[in-house]
T-cell receptor, first 111, second 116 residues
Framework: QKEVEQDPGPLSVPEGAIVSLNCTYSNSAFQYFMWYRQYSRKGPELLMYTYSSGNKEDGRFTAQVDKSSKYISLFIRDSQPSDSATYLC???????????FGTGTRLTVIP | GAVVSQHPSWVICKSGTSVKIECRSLDFQATTMFWYRQFPKQSLMLMAT?????????EQGVEKDKFLINHASLTLSTLTVTSAHPEDSSFYICSAPKVERTGELFFGEGSRLTVL
């Protein structure tokens, strides 16, 4: 079983839709959770960072962590064509030196 | 703006030659940097951890003599792909934590290597 599971998609939504992206994990010791956005042929860009459980909101983005279910989510409200990218979840026990990535979900927002 | 700068963004070289990729942390010091490799439509694979002033730590299966890493200063790490072959063609990405002991990791723009 992989440490982190993420549906690769692809996922296509109309502009303005609410997007839900999810990852599950097996290691209950994970306590740092991140979402990255990666445009084609570019390095990943840190979108959201959460420590332990709970919700975090930043503009149109909301990250949720449910440690009891070993499940994290990223919600994108009022999705825009510019949100079209691959979204990677990542998590760690101790910090940046041991990060486990999901395979990424490719999202397309159709105008 | 970008906090980690990577150069070159793309490079084409002949088989057998060596290629150096630079990774710089901007406006902060990074005692540790990470080098990843990414194949098309796949996730990031950690290759090695670059440590300032000491030897890099390589992940299992990564040839240290092929992928030379040097972390000579607190803001610069380099990855040299030696005697490159077509199978080394890939997207190489460096990263650095801006705040130690947390998971916030910032990535460079990536370097696409094509070996002919």
């Amino acid at each position: 079983q992989k440490e982190v599971e993420q549906d690769p998609g692809p996922l296509s939504v109309p502009e303005g839709a609410i997007v839900s992206l999810n990852c599950t994990y097996s290691n209950s010791a994970f306590q740092y959770f991140m979402w990255y956005r990666q445009y084609s042929r570019k390095g990943p860009e840190l979108l959201m960072y959460t420590y332990s459980s709970g919700n975090k909101e930043d503009g149109r983005f909301t990250a949720q962590v449910d440690k009891s279910s070993k499940y994290i989510s990223l919600f994108i409200r009022d999705s825009q064509p510019s949100d079209s990218a691959t979204y990677l979840c990542a998590m760690s026990v101790t910090g940046a030196n041991n990060l486990f990535f999901g395979t990424g979900t490719r999202l397309t927002v159709i105008p | 703006g970008a906090v980690v700068s990577q150069h070159p963004s793309w490079v084409i070289c002949k088989s057998g030659t060596s290629v150096k990729i630079e990774c710089r942390s901007l406006d902060f010091q990074a005692t540790t940097m990470f080098w990843y490799r990414q194949f098309p439509k796949q996730s990031l694979m950690l290759m090695a951890t670059s440590n300032e002033g000491s030897k890099a730590t390589y992940e299992q299966g990564v040839e240290k003599d092929k992928f030379l890493i040097n972390h000579a200063s607190l803001t610069l790490s380099t990855l040299t792909v030696t005697s490159a072959h077509p199978e080394d063609s890939s997207f190489y990405i460096c990263s650095a934590p801006k705040v130690e002991r947390t998971g916030e990791l910032f990535f460079g723009e990536g370097s696409r290597l094509t070996v002919l």
